[in-house]
């Protein structure tokens, strides 16, 4: 190559910014090795397998001919071309496709790999089954305790007014020791001693809140003809029997 002139025109017409030649020698060398592929690409020769392949896929493409014996027995009994197999032409047209087993795996394989997808699919649509049940059970135990919950607060509510409403009345009455200890709401700064007595004497802390309601409004009933449902002091007994709906929340509703 001829040295370049530095001081000449068409050197200093060429662009110089930074960068510039470092791309056009990366696109060169691109160039270069994508027409390098191509080359031998063409000059490659064949496999002998890809020559079999090109020449099976060349004779089955093309139609029977006369020199074949089996195509011209079938025209010697009156079999033309086109025409569907049988007396009544009710057989196939198309001759039954070849399947080339090309690779060297065993007879079944491809079944018993196909199987086994078939399982796998299977035991993960399982899996997915039973994670959808495990949330749908969650989610149903979280909503009836969110219901319990809020239905034992409910009847805290009911037994913390019964029992104020006792003490009122009891009091009216000059009743000043409550029947038992917990038909009264008990103040909070009464000593430890106290409350484990309270404890030993009673059984309270064996009952539920829902049982203490229930001996609670059975007592209001009883002895002070009082209903918390209605929130009404009834005369007598027969008063509140023919007056009242019944000696529960779901009675009133």
């Not at 899996?127 to 809020?150: G, S, V």
Request: aromatic share 6%; proline share 3%; charged share 40%.
């Amino acid at each position: 190559d001829e040295e370049e002139d530095y001081m000449s025109d068409l050197f200093i017409q060429q662009d110089v910014r930074p960068g510039l030649p470092m791309v056009r020698r990366v696109k060169e060398a691109i160039q270069k090795e994508e027409k390098q592929k191509e080359a031998n690409e063409k000059n490659r020769q064949k496999s002998i397998k890809e020559e079999e392949k090109e020449r099976r896929d060349l004779v089955l493409k093309s139609a029977l001919g006369n020199e074949n014996k089996g195509f011209a027995l079938l025209q010697k009994m009156g079999y033309k071309s086109g025409q569907a197999l049988g007396k009544s032409g009710e057989g196939i047209v198309e001759p039954i496709p070849l399947n080339i087993k090309t690779g060297l795996s065993g007879l079944g394989h491809e079944e018993l790999r196909k199987r086994k997808a078939e399982e796998k699919l299977e035991n993960y649509r399982q899996k997915l089954h039973m994670k959808k049940q495990a949330n749908e059970q969650a989610a149903d135990q979280f909503r009836i305790r969110f219901k319990t919950k809020q239905e034992e607060r409910k009847m805290e509510g009911d037994l913390r007014k019964s029992q104020r409403a006792c003490q009122q009345l009891d009091m009216q009455k000059d009743i000043n020791v409550p029947k038992e200890t917990w038909f009264w709401i008990q103040p909070e700064e009464e000593d430890k001693q106290d409350e484990e007595d309270k404890e030993d004497e009673g059984t309270s802390s064996d009952l539920s809140v829902s049982e203490k309601l229930h001996i609670l409004t059975a007592y209001l009933r009883g002895e002070h003809f009082y209903c918390i449902w209605c929130g009404t002091t009834y005369e007598d007994s027969e008063d509140l029997s023919s007056n009242c709906p019944g000696d529960s929340a779901a009675d009133h509703d």
